[in-house]
């Protein structure tokens, strides 16, 4: 398979399940500890390595830009006080001169749509694709493992897969489970939101993707589906039919951040992995529980 160069992050959805904390913000800016969620998604693609970052937004989402920029004002000020460590860490989070790239979804309609967005600025290659909601807690992260073990594969769809309880299976993309590839499978269906007693199994879609360009073509006139919005999964469907996808039930922990208990839980995962927080947070939480 060609190297997967370009990520795509879709970030333009409201946040409305996040209100009134995203009504002047964009939820993809509340942050985990303390670093924004769209940057844990990006430092994810960077590991795997990404060059290209593609940032599908909309309107009032310029903080994003603004986020993967420098900000002189609070370097100068940092570098009168000495402050080198923050200094560093700034640099450290700062996307290479030319390698971020923004465009608008002029209107919500969908995910499908949104992805479709990015069709000039990825061009005719594959590419990855990382839903901001979804956090993935590994040290090897998740979109690294996929292009792992896609390594070797011709025209390759690759998708991230767990398991969750079947009460739950109808929030998202479910898919059918085929014969065993090295640590995938080849997926056999995928359905977007189903009832309970339509799930093909209890493996969900995670939020991250390895897709081919001919997604683009089918996007271009994939008519609306579940939630009455243009569904990247429909058009997975019709792409199933002639190239391969695979799942892989990747390593690690997965936090959904587009619900309120998901980003609480994040919070206090990767907080309870940092050596200067974890003691006295640790304490703190053992005291609230009494
Ligand atoms: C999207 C996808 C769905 C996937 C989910 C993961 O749904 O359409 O297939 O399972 O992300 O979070 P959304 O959360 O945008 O409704």
Redesign the pocket.
Known sequence: MKPIRKAVFPVAGLGTRFLPATKAMPKEMLPVVDRPLIQHVVDEARQAGIEHFIFVTGRNKGVIEDHFDRQFELEVTLQERNRTNDLELLAQHLPGAGTASFTRQQEPLG?GHAVWCARELVGNEPFALL?P??LVKHERGCLAQMIDAAQGLDRANVIAVEEVPMERIH???VVGVGAAKGKMFTVTEMV??PPREKAPSNL????RYILQPEIFDILASQSRGAGNEI???DAMITLAKSQTFYGLKFAGESY?C?SKIGFLAANVAYALDRPDLAPALRAEIERLMG
């Open positions: 995910l839903l909601d979804v929030s998202y993309g977007e939101k969900i879609i995670t939020g569904q990247l999964t959904d587009g």
